[in-house]
């Protein structure tokens, strides 16, 4: 799961220069039929059928494990509303996407989900604990 280009700079000031730098306290769940660009681009969400993305806040996440890379995974389930008819028109939702905003805003950072699938009329979308992953750092990424 890579985090956009946006973030990535932003982690590296606050880490070396900008004390100043606050996250966002709640982002957003997205789903998209195309895979977003590390700029943050190319996201199709669904926008009909009762469609709208999902807050989350840092309560949601465990603390941060592992090494090469550190993770972070959902401590709790997370539901979109039931789908009052087809989102994308039927096609496979393929990506998950963390935006700043319930509507427009931009994207923070983007996922494949394990099984592409379309949404249909009466699905309710979810994501069990655990299932929403995201990864920072590997072996390497330093560098000199």
Not at 31 to 53: K, M, V
Request: proline share 6%; with cysteine.
């Amino acid at each position: 799961m890579p985090f956009v280009d946006l973030i990535e700079q932003a982690i590296l000031d606050h880490f070396l220069t900008d004390p100043a730098w606050t996250p966002e306290t709640t982002l957003y769940i997205g789903l998209s039929s195309t895979t977003p660009t590390d700029a943050g681009g190319n996201i199709t969400e669904p926008s009909t059928g009762s469609y709208a993305r999902v807050a989350t806040t840092a309560a949601d996440w465990a603390a941060a494990s592992g090494t090469a890379p550190a993770s972070k995974v959902t401590n709790v389930a997370k539901a979109f509303a039931t789908a009052t008819g087809d989102w994308v028109a039927g096609a496979n939702l393929t990506h998950f996407v963390l935006m700043s905003a319930s509507t427009a805003g931009t994207c923070r950072a983007w996922g494949l989900l394990t099984t592409a699938k379309p949404v249909l009329n009466g699905d309710t979308p979810s994501f069990p604990a655990g299932s929403l992953v995201l990864r920072q750092g590997k072996s390497g990424d330093a560098g000199l």
